[in-house]
Structures are given as structure tokens and as C-alpha cells.
């Protein structure tokens, strides 16, 4: 699968999973963004192969932690995405 920077993708796991494989707090269910569109903005890999996608819903709606420098946007794997 090849990713560039403004590849339009949909979340299709998180951390390799559909589901939480423990218990979690609720500011931290990134799998509640299942199936949300975004685009990929920074190509550059971090842990274990991240890139920064910016979704094109408000993340605060979804009530998860959103502290990266650009709002919206997370490090997700590039596993965990599907290209559309």
C-alpha cells in the first residue's frame, strides 16, 4: 500500500484491532473513529510506523484526546488505514 502525503484513507482498525483489548478510559477509545475519512499530512514514520492523519470530522465530537499540534490529526499506523 503506497502512502503520500494528501492520500485520502479510512480508518479501518486501530492499533490492529476493531475493538479495545482491554479496558480503556474513554478519552483514549481511538477505535470509536473506526471508518472516519482524513487525509495523510506528514509522511514521515514515527513509532512503529505512524503517519499523521488529519480526519476530516472534529475529534472533540468523538470526545478522544487531541493534542497534536494540528487539530484533528493523530500518528496512526499506516496498517491500521485503508487508501480510498
Do not use: C, Q
Request: net charge positive.
Amino acid at each position: 500500500m503506497k502512502i503520500e502525503k494528501n492520500t485520502v484513507i479510512k480508518l479501518k482498525l486501530f492499533l490492529g484491532t476493531l475493538a479495545p483489548t482491554k479496558r480503556i478510559n474513554d478519552n483514549e477509545n481511538y477505535w470509536k473513529l473506526i471508518g472516519e475519512k482524513g487525509k495523510v499530512i506528514d509522511v514521515r514514520e514515527i513509532n512503529d510506523g505512524r503517519v499523521l492523519v488529519l480526519f476530516d470530522k472534529n475529534l472533540d465530537e468523538f470526545r478522544v484526546e487531541n493534542h497534536n499540534p494540528i487539530k484533528n490529526s493523530l500518528w496512526i499506523k499506516k496498517t491500521d488505514l485503508e487508501v480510498k
